[in-house]
């Protein structure tokens, strides 16, 4: 089978690149000027808003989805280290290089009081040589583009230390992908759909421990790339994500993820994903994960494990 | 899984509920009176040091002040101390203090813990009995 041309993959995947670069880049100007600021300004006073007054790490880090989260799972906290007074916008790139396949993501968040999150992420699932065994061509790429919303309900992570309950968050994310001609002919319904979830995220500090669990209604193939329903399935189901990290240092977090995902479609089956991670806080402007991560089967090739690095910047 | 979802959740945080200061084992963990002296008096030092919050001390005691914080984190930590001073939503309720200015105390406070050689552990132990205390300190 031979479906759609193979159209300019290798642009795409450098204007990720070059965007990713762009937006970090811009950070890391930024960051400083901000410190070196004198005088008080109409600026100074209008970059009173983004306060950073959270503490070191409380912003997490940003997940597959771009969303304030873990790597994998979607956290309650909302991003970045603007307070309840304040707003907090960062940018991530996140390179996942699979035995068989890569998964670049580049995007962008705003957290805003503390309370309300918007986020957008361009995502581009590269099948490499797989493309070329599948008739598609080698390198053949899915992009999906996401644009989520979370919104903090109640709790506080951090703070209610007395209280048995986690902070609470609900969201929403749009995601839409292209290469509808091969979503159809693997057995997809549709090129883009609606997750929704609830979350609870609560730190343990006398344990030093955070746990998130979250629970999203969706119908997402491969979280999107190969669009969402399928011939076995074709409505929402409720999948799990789970975050468990113990705190290291200020600056350092190791823990492990647990992903559950749709199996709507009969001619690729889908597993659970999971993964192993270390997130270190340069400062509250940079932030670095490190994981081991493993998606299980992905189309023709079962037990897809590798690496996943993600850069986070903002201020 | 929905329901073994939320039980394991309810389960884990059961687990965690903190333990109470009935006994003195944090207390001993920091390293008992005289440690928590001296985390007091560096908290007190950073706390003027540091340009975020440092004018909300302007017409404070700061002698009378690092002791009734060392008798407070006593307290807290489960010593055999008394705190005369008073409730911390008394204290603060004029001074108009934002979550912001809250947790540059917090960082004030981790910065002393790290001079005075507590482990982080330990730091955390103690961190998650005052956390509570945002709720009566910030108020705007």
Not at chain 2, 16 to 45: C, H, N, W
């Amino acid at each position: 089978m031979h479906i759609g041309p193979e159209i300019g993959t290798q642009g795409q995947h450098l204007r990720i690149s070059v965007l990713a670069l762009a937006i970090l880049g811009g950070a890391v100007f930024a960051a400083p000027a901000l410190a070196d600021a004198p005088a008080p300004s109409a600026l100074d006073n209008g970059m009173a808003m983004f306060d950073s007054g959270k503490l070191l790490a409380t912003g997490g880090v940003t997940n597959v989805e771009g969303a304030g989260g873990g790597g994998l799972a979607t956290w309650a906290l909302i991003t970045g280290y603007g307070t309840d007074n304040g707003v907090g916008v960062d940018a991530h790139y996140t390179y996942v290089g699979l035995s068989d396949y890569n998964l670049q993501t580049v995007g962008v968040a705003i957290g805003v009081m503390d309370r309300v999150e918007l986020s957008y992420a361009w995502s581009a699932f590269d099948t490499q040589q797989t493309g070329a065994a599948l008739g598609l061509g080698k390198g053949f790429t899915f992009h999906q583009n996401i644009a989520g919303l979370k919104v903090k309900l109640f709790g506080d992570a951090i703070y209610d230390q007395d209280a048995w309950w986690p902070q609470i968050s609900a969201g929403a994310q749009y995601k839409a992908t292209d290469r509808s001609a091969v979503i159809a002919f693997v057995g997809g319904k549709s090129h883009d759909g609606v997750d929704v979830y609830l979350t609870g995220t609560k730190l343990f500090l006398a344990q030093s421990l955070l746990v998130d669990i979250t629970l999203r209604e969706t119908k997402a193939n491969q979280l999107g790339f190969l669009g969402f329903g399928g011939d076995k399935s074709n409505g929402y189901s409720t999948q799990f994500e789970g975050s468990a990290a113990y705190l290291f240092r200020r600056n350092l977090a190791l823990g492990a993820e647990f992903r559950t995902k749709p199996d709507n479609l009969s001619i690729a089956k889908e597993d659970a994903a999971f993964d192993v991670f270390a997130a270190y806080f340069l400062n509250k402007n940079f932030s670095l994960t490190l994981a081991y991560v493993n998606l299980g089967n992905i189309v023709i090739h079962d037990n897809q494990q590798g690496v996943y690095a993600s850069l986070q910047a903002g201020f | 899984m929905r329901f073994f979802t939320v039980a394991a959740f309810v389960l884990a945080c059961a687990g965690a509920t903190p333990a109470f200061a009935d006994d003195d084992s944090l207390f001993q963990d920091l390293g008992g009176r005289d440690v928590i002296e001296k985390i007091a008096q560096y908290t007190a030092a950073n706390f003027l040091a540091d340009p975020r919050i440092k004018a909300t001390f302007d017409d404070t005691n700061m002698e009378r002040f690092e002791k009734l914080l060392s008798a407070q984190f006593c307290v807290v930590a489960g010593g055999p101390c008394e705190y005369k001073g008073r409730s911390m939503k008394d204290a603060h309720r004029a001074l108009g203090l934002d979550n912001a200015d809250f947790n540059a105390v917090v960082e004030d406070l981790q910065d002393a813990l790290d001079k005075a050689g507590v482990p982080f552990a330990t730091q955390n132990r103690f961190l998650a009995r005052l956390a509570p205390m945002q709720h009566d300190i910030v108020t705007k």
